[in-house]
């Protein structure tokens, strides 16, 4: 089978992803990460947690700089501790915590500061696919970035682009690899690990549990500096996709 664009190859992987990954429940495209935009992203979802993060009413946290300070707010420890933690200067990183305290984000604890109760990862695993119709070394490269914040990160290609190079690659790595021609078939399992960058893994969630609310708006962009708070938005702007089953 012929794939005229990459956006047939996605497609065409798309619809028959539930038999390769029958624990996920919904597939999402374009997923923004900061990393790059990521081809498709399938979530295994929670649903008392993402009951407890829809009913919050929190905004939808959306800034790298508020992603990283609400992941160091979970380890404790005084404010030298937090922002060397998140990685920020002592004067963004206070105007974060006004912010993120005004907008509900974070609440005052006997020794510092906690994320919200409602602001929690609906999903129980995240998988990250990148498609791409030839250049293989790329895919994977923009596919081993999706592992800061997924549990199991792959490469899709059209089948007779696999040669035993490429097979062999893949299974020397943690990326997986997919085959696509009549049928989509795994023919690298990927390695499946934690998130290795936690407030990235927010930054995903946050974008994945906003599109239920707006379906039909457009592709989000995160903001690209990790010390400033521009604004948590209401939602993202992202196009939704179909749920898996």
Same mark, same amino acid.
């Given at each position: 089978?012929?794939?005229?664009?990459?956006?047939?190859?996605?497609?065409?992987?798309?619809?028959?992803l539930?038999?390769?990954?029958?624990?996920?429940?919904?597939?999402?495209?374009e997923?923004?990460?900061?990393?790059?935009?990521? =081809?498709?992203?399938?979530?295994?979802?929670?649903?008392?947690?993402l009951?407890?993060?829809?009913?919050?009413?929190?905004?939808?946290? /959306?800034?790298?700089g508020?992603?990283?300070?609400?992941? $160091?707010?979970?380890?404790?420890?005084d404010?030298v501790?937090?922002?060397?933690?998140?990685?920020?200067?002592? %004067?963004?990183?206070? @105007?974060?915590?006004?912010?993120? $305290?005004? %907008?509900?984000?974070? /609440?005052?604890?006997?020794h510092?500061? @906690?994320?919200?109760?409602? #602001?929690?990862?609906?999903? =129980?695993?995240?998988?990250a696919?990148?498609?791409?119709?030839e =250049?293989?070394?790329?895919?994977? $490269?923009?596919?081993?970035?999706?592992?800061?914040?997924?549990?199991?990160s792959? +490469? +899709?290609?059209?089948v007779e682009r696999?040669?035993?190079?490429v097979?062999?690659?893949f299974?020397?790595g943690?990326?997986?690899? #997919?085959g696509?021609? =009549?049928?989509?078939?795994? +023919?690298?399992?990927?390695?499946?690990?934690?998130?290795?960058?936690?407030?990235?893994?927010?930054?995903?969630?946050?974008?994945?549990?906003?599109? /239920?609310?707006?379906?039909?708006?457009?592709?989000?962009?995160?903001?690209?500096?990790?010390?400033?708070?521009?604004? %948590?938005?209401?939602v993202?702007?992202?196009q939704?996709?179909? %749920? #898996?089953?």
């Amino acid at each position: 089978m012929r794939f005229k664009s990459e956006a047939a190859l996605v497609q065409h992987v798309t619809e028959q992803l539930g038999a390769l990954f029958p624990r996920a429940d919904r597939v999402e495209g374009e997923v923004p990460s900061h990393l790059g935009i990521a =081809d498709l992203v399938l979530a295994r979802t929670h649903a008392c947690r993402l009951a407890r993060r829809s009913s919050s009413r929190l905004n939808a946290v /959306l800034s790298p700089g508020a992603a990283q300070l609400l992941s $160091a707010c979970g380890q404790g420890g005084d404010e030298v501790t937090l922002f060397a933690a998140a990685g920020l200067e002592r %004067s963004s990183g206070r @105007r974060l915590i006004r912010a993120l $305290a005004g %907008s509900g984000h974070l /609440l005052a604890a006997v020794h510092g500061w @906690r994320p919200a109760p409602g #602001l929690v990862d609906p999903y =129980d695993e995240l998988v990250a696919i990148e498609a791409k119709l030839e =250049d293989w070394r790329r895919a994977e $490269a923009q596919a081993a970035r999706y592992r800061t914040y997924a549990d199991a990160s792959y +490469v +899709v290609l059209p089948v007779e682009r696999i040669t035993p190079t490429v097979r062999e690659f893949f299974a020397r790595g943690p990326v997986g690899l #997919l085959g696509a021609g =009549d049928h989509v078939e795994m +023919v690298v399992q990927a390695r499946v690990s934690s998130p290795l960058e936690p407030w990235r893994r927010l930054l995903v969630a946050e974008v994945l549990t906003a599109r /239920l609310s707006n379906p039909g708006t457009h592709r989000a962009t995160l903001g690209t500096s990790a010390s400033r708070y521009p604004r %948590s938005g209401q939602v993202p702007s992202v196009q939704a996709q179909p %749920s #898996l089953g």
